[in-house]
């Protein structure tokens, strides 16, 4: 991963990226690819700032975004936060369609505090649990949560499920 070129697209005021968050994620994703040997990965970014993000993807990682999700198959599926049925719908519709990596953010901002509009939270719950209780569609692959205690501001945090 291009360290100088995230750094830089950090900085750009229309990012609003925690940081710390992004990058360890960006360096799981880039691992992935280099083990799979996928040079091109095909990326949905679904959710706020769409564009913006997807760039961030094409920049870093040599990303193409997902055309026809009938005829692609997805190795990068990233859902933004927002409200739960956003969330629960772009997840229904385009994780079957994914080969790799799917991303939920904005897992832990405001986890405590029952706000509207921030509930990805919920749906990162109910699929970890769901997988717990014995459902198999996501028996194969790892989950894992990015989140850096934040002292002041809006808790963040991405919730990672890697196809093993």
Same mark, same amino acid.
């Given at each position: 991963?291009?360290?100088?070129?995230?750094?830089?697209?950090?900085?750009?005021?229309?990012?609003?990226?925690?940081?710390?968050?992004?990058?360890?994620?960006?360096?799981?994703? %880039? &691992?992935?690819?280099?083990?799979?040997? /996928?040079? =091109?990965? #095909? #990326? @949905?970014?679904?959710?706020?700032?769409?564009?913006?993000?997807?760039?961030?993807?094409? $920049? !870093?990682?040599? @990303?193409?975004?997902?055309? %026809?999700?009938?005829?692609?198959?997805?190795? !990068? &599926? *990233? !859902?933004?936060?927002?409200?739960?049925? %956003?969330?629960?719908?772009?997840?229904?519709?385009?994780?079957?369609?994914?080969?790799?990596? +799917?991303?939920?953010?904005?897992?832990? *901002?405001?986890?405590?505090?029952?706000?509207?509009?921030?509930? *990805?939270? $919920?749906?990162? %719950?109910? +699929?970890?649990?769901?997988?717990?209780?014995?459902?198999?569609?996501?028996? =194969?692959?790892?989950? &894992?949560?990015?989140?850096?205690?934040?002292?002041?501001? =809006? $808790?963040?945090?991405?919730? #990672?499920? /890697?196809?093993?």
């Amino acid at each position: 991963m291009n360290l100088t070129t995230f750094n830089r697209l950090m900085k750009e005021t229309d990012m609003k990226c925690h940081p710390p968050e992004w990058k360890m994620f960006l360096e799981i994703c %880039d &691992l992935y690819l280099k083990r799979n040997k /996928i040079k =091109n990965p #095909v #990326v @949905a970014h679904l959710g706020p700032k769409e564009d913006r993000r997807f760039d961030l993807f094409k $920049q !870093i990682l040599n @990303a193409k975004r997902v055309k %026809d999700i009938h005829n692609e198959t997805i190795n !990068i &599926l *990233s !859902i933004g936060g927002g409200y739960y049925k %956003d969330v629960l719908r772009n997840f229904r519709v385009y994780a079957p369609h994914c080969n790799g990596i +799917i991303a939920i953010h904005d897992i832990e *901002s405001c986890r405590y505090k029952n706000r509207e509009g921030a509930q *990805s939270h $919920q749906v990162w %719950d109910e +699929i970890k649990i769901a997988t717990a209780c014995g459902e198999t569609r996501f028996e =194969n692959f790892l989950f &894992l949560a990015i989140h850096r205690k934040r002292i002041r501001g =809006n $808790q963040r945090g991405i919730g #990672v499920i /890697i196809k093993q």
